[in-house]
DNA sequence: ATGTTTTTATTTGTCTGACATTTAAAAGTC
DNA sequence: GACTTTTAAATGTCAGACAAATAAAAACAT
């Protein structure tokens, strides 16, 4: 594990690079130990300041955690499917807002994601995840539901679907694709003939999964898309004649 | 924005929370410059190396970039597919090492994954596109290439196949799936005879996306997962009865 | 001998103050 | 006006110190 001294950049960003690196090639397992801070700064031949940005960096990207007092210092983590979930949301959410992306566009990669789980769901279906399912229907039916609720309610209930899959992989990396849209949806006014619109699909969705019929919520969510993105396009059309750029809150 | 003096919580890691959420709800903008690093220490009533363990951390999730000199400073980053891309490839590749999860379903999830792409694929493929994916799987005929390199290549072959999809939403969230699975790919030793098979697999997929036909491809796709499926347990099984555990590298 | 308390050593968390380096703008010079 | 020099502001880095947490070791009492 060793830096170069002719790099331009900066120094805690090379030791994070180098430790970095050693956890993913294997020569740091899981809740190994790694040098105390005084250690590591000897080591690399710099300050202790600057071996703690190193090790922040690290604790930030949840690769290692820090203990204090005598037994203490920083350990490999070992990287849970709950952190991962949670940092895939946070860039996913990021990376649409920052980056222009249309709502087509994150509306198609979402559904064509969730259709390859309802295969899988359908297949897999448990008493918890209809429940869940039949639950959020329900709630999506009270009228006096706000439209962030009722997006809300929409996001758990196609959650309950891809977990349904039962493959913790699959709804991590569903997770960004479901949950970063919540923003853009929030942006929809959802008036009571479009949300029974939106809940008769998601009841066809269910009937589907629950009779282990794959295709058919398959075919269900390809309506839902389409329905989504014909609401999504009223909105825009009248943003777009009738008032300045969309604006959050 | 304000930290909780009661909090156990590091210092740092309350301060970059604090940023990230303002990040995040939008109060800071992309490229908008947060105060300097004094000013931060005032502001927060802790000292600059506090402040600097907090920057680090935003900085070591593409947060934000810090420019050294006169008009310089931490500015609010805008998140990159890019970067958004190479984080997803690592989170991915270490979840599915530190986790014990099973090749069956890793492979579940990205084939899964992979046959959503294919009708857009082939709905949109393009002479580049077809091109990589031709070239790929000439390469992976080839009775010198290493099997880290036939599965190099075979990640490449996989890559085209999405990104041929044309929606930089549904390549990202890929990424992961697509490239976590190598280092497991490395740990199977391919016969001629194995290459063969999937070299055809993948020229059945290519024609298929060429004639614009996404079943077909997507035919492809479970075949070639089941066929890798089928080589992996014949590893596995070799492994759990001749030798010690496997050992990468 | 055993259980409890105290001490001690180690380690991270935080602060203070300083200097080095980079960079752009301001001031000076021809 | 164009070029050079100076200056100021910001991050990058360092050194040394103290605070706080924690577990092991030592001391003590029973």
New binding site residues.
Partial sequence: MKIDPKSSA???AQISQSIKSAIINGDLIVDQRLP???ELADHF??????V?EALKRLAAQSLIR?????????FVNRLSFEDAYAQQVTTSTLLLSMNEVSFQTACEARYALERACAPLSAQRRNADQLATMRAEIFRQGQPELSDEAFCASDVAFHRALVDGAANPVLSYQLAGAVEAMQPLMNMITFSARDRARIVALHCQIADAIDLGDGAAASDGLQALEKETLSLAQKVFETRSTKSPPPQAG
């Fill in positions: 900066d120094l805690s105390s801070e005084s031949e710099v300050s202790r300041p600057t703690r820090t203990q204090r007092g005598a037994t203490g210092g920083a």
